[in-house]
């Protein structure tokens, strides 16, 4: 059986539709960085998207090439997530998303280094015939948050921030958003396949006890 992170880590992918506190430990990324409305139809977003799954299924696959990377293991490739914000925005601003900053990124394994993903950088730009040199290998240390599953459309979460804002007022803790810290999603539904009402998305954000 491949690894799945999903499965191996519930805690941070799996979280239950009501608030809890949780210590994400540091991760290493593919990670892509860009401007711009994500529902854009071939704009950077989905560029973006192209050249972290080129690289997560080059990496994936790199057991069936002369590439050997030590300690590799089969796993499944994580879900995609993004981290989030506009300029002088404290929290999101659903309604003008042409403002947003994001970060896209899919998890590592800790086995693959800086070099494997060098590697993959470039074997996936020339099988692909993708330009992937925008891919970055980036480690996050997120530390103390709150999290929730959001069930629906991404423009339904106010309400579930909502939720969490004020579990964090009940618990003691405030959000603490900064240039390192930001509003994060984890996606679950593959968007094109199942109905808006039924996405299920981790929405995951910084805080810090009052």
């Not at 992918?13 to 430990?25: A, D, G, L, R």
């Not at 060098?118 to 891919?135: P, R």
Request: net charge neutral; with cysteine; hydrophobic share 35%.
């Amino acid at each position: 059986m491949a690894f799945d992170f999903k499965k191996e880590y519930k805690e941070f992918y799996m979280p239950k539709n009501k608030p809890e506190i949780v210590t994400v430990p540091k991760a290493n990324y593919i990670a892509v960085r860009g401007k711009g409305n994500p529902n854009e139809e071939g704009g950077a977003y989905q560029q973006a998207i192209s050249v972290l799954y080129a690289v997560a299924y080059t990496l994936k696959m790199s057991y069936k090439t002369d590439y050997k990377i030590e300690g590799f293991f089969e796993y499944v490739v994580p879900p995609l997530e993004g981290f989030w914000w506009q300029d002088n925005v404290d929290g999101v601003d659903y309604s003008n998303k042409d403002t947003f900053n994001w970060i896209s990124v899919i998890r590592l394994p800790d086995f693959i280094t800086k070099n494997d993903f060098d590697w993959a950088v470039k074997t996936a730009t020339k099988k692909k015939k993708l330009n992937c040199s925008s891919a970055e290998y980036l480690t996050i240390e997120e530390g103390l948050c709150v999290q929730i599953m959001h069930l629906g459309a991404f423009d339904d979460e106010p309400a579930t921030v909502k939720i969490m804002n004020a579990y964090l007022e009940q618990h003691g803790y405030e959000n603490d958003f900064s240039d390192m810290r930001l509003h994060h999603e984890i996606y679950l539904s593959d968007a094109r396949k199942v109905v808006s009402k039924k996405w299920k998305t981790v929405i995951r954000h910084p805080i810090r006890k009052l």
